[in-house]
């Protein structure tokens, strides 16, 4: 087990890189099972879920090799399974892609069920209606989901919540059934963009990713593809938010500045000064933060997944901030650890009031999830002294080298081993 000790009080100064995109990351990986070749996909993040996403593949037979720390190459010419085991699904959830991609090729697959952060209920119906719209059965015993057909055939879809995870699954099943599919009411966040982008380079013909409806015309053949992942929006929102909270002064580099306009914006009215590059954003907070109100929507709403940083930036700021969750039921988990830190955050149902506070205080918190994981090392980051975050395995499923950039930066960050605490048989 591992922890980070961090000395608060540095503003965050200098330059940062962003990496590739996690959930394009993961969705685009399962993806090259699709074609029997080899893809060549670059600016893969160095992140635990990455990891896991390729350990499934080289499971499933497909060769996997890395050609540099960010260049990943995957032969998946010839697979031997389509079940995957629950030891390799149960600490991500972006393992229920492999369900859409290893149907629309062999149409069977049997995949345990998935983990991932907890946020309450995470319910599959979507994926299953949309599923079962292309003419699958699906089945769930044991903690397997089964889904298999003997043909998949182009349909009309309407998905009755937006869900990032369903639209994209759908759109792997349909891309090899057989005439047209439309998909409804889909998300629009830039990683389905760029998971129908991937897809259409091995082949596919899929238009509309981006708006509202997804129109697929179903291929008989896909081929192998070099592909490069777009930047990461939330890791560069982090980053953005770390720096304001710090009172600092940080070009985040390799960004898509429109994917960032729902940060930016809010940011912004905070009273951040933010400038905007071709690929670069920078951000300097030399006053004091003013309140805001926040709800997270899907794209391009605020984003769900920046809403424990900028609770953080909140607890920051003059005066009474709200936030509201608008994607998840419960995802104010991580509320308590900034409690101990000071924080003056009253949670009802889906919606914190904030109210100000000069400094956060050093105190012992662990990262409840991934999102509020960098939360509370961005509160360490204004503490008073010295805060040390367990459970830093969360945070490492999704950013890259977090605590190496954040010292470029000039935090005071260390990342240190904790022994296992060992349980003696006499007691
Ligand atoms: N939902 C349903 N039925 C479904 C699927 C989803 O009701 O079949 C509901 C969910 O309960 C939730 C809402 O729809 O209330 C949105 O869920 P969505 O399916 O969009 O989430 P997801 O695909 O499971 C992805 C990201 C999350 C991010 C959400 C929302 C991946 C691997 N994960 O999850 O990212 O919070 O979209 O943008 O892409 C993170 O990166 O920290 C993270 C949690």
Known sequence: MEKYVIRGGNPL??????????????????ATVLAEGVCTIENVPDIRDVFTTLKILSELGA???????????IDTTHLVTTTIPHELTCNMRASY??????????GHAKVSMPGGCDFGVRPIDQHKKGFEGLGAVVDIEEGMLDVHADHL??????????????????????????????????????????????????????????????????VSEMHGTEYAIIPDQIEAGTYMVAAAATGGDVLVKNVIPKHM????????????????????????????????????????????????QMAVVACLAEGTSTITEGVWDNRFRYVYELQKMGADIKVDG?????????????????????????????????GDGETEVEDIYHIERGYEDFELKLSSLGADIRRIEVPDLQISAAI
């Open 350 to 382: 889906k919606m914190a009031v904030i109210e100000g506070i000069d400094c956060f205080k050093a105190a012992p918190v662990k990262a409840t999830d991934l999102r509020a994981g960098a939360a509370v090392v961005i509160a360490a980051l204004c």
């Open 261 to 308: 306009k729902p940060i930016t914006a809010k940011l912004e009215a905070m009273g951040v000064e933010v400038e905007e590059f071709d690929e670069a954003i920078r951000i300097s907070a030399p006053n004091k933060l003013t309140k805001i109100d926040i709800k997270t929507l899907p794209y391009p709403g605020f984003p769900t997944d920046m809403q424990p």
């Open 63 to 73: 060769k996997v090799r890395y050609i540099n720390k960010t260049t990943v190459e």
């Open 153 to 218: 055939i182009g349909n009309q879809i309407f998905f009755d919540k937006v869900s990032v995870g369903a639209t994209m699954n759908v759109m792997l099943a349909a891309v090899r059934a057989t005439g047209v599919t439309i998909l409804e009411n889909v998300a629009k966040e830039p990683h389905i963009v760029d998971l129908a982008n991937f897809l259409n380079s091995m082949g596919a013909n899929i238009m509309g990713a981006g708006t509202d409806v997804i129109k697929i015309h179903g």
């Open 13 to 30: 100064k200098g330059e940062v890189t962003v990496s590739g995109a996690k959930n394009a990351a993961v969705a685009i990986l399962s």
């Open 97 to 106: 892609y492999f369900w859409g991609c290893m149907l629309a090729r062999y």
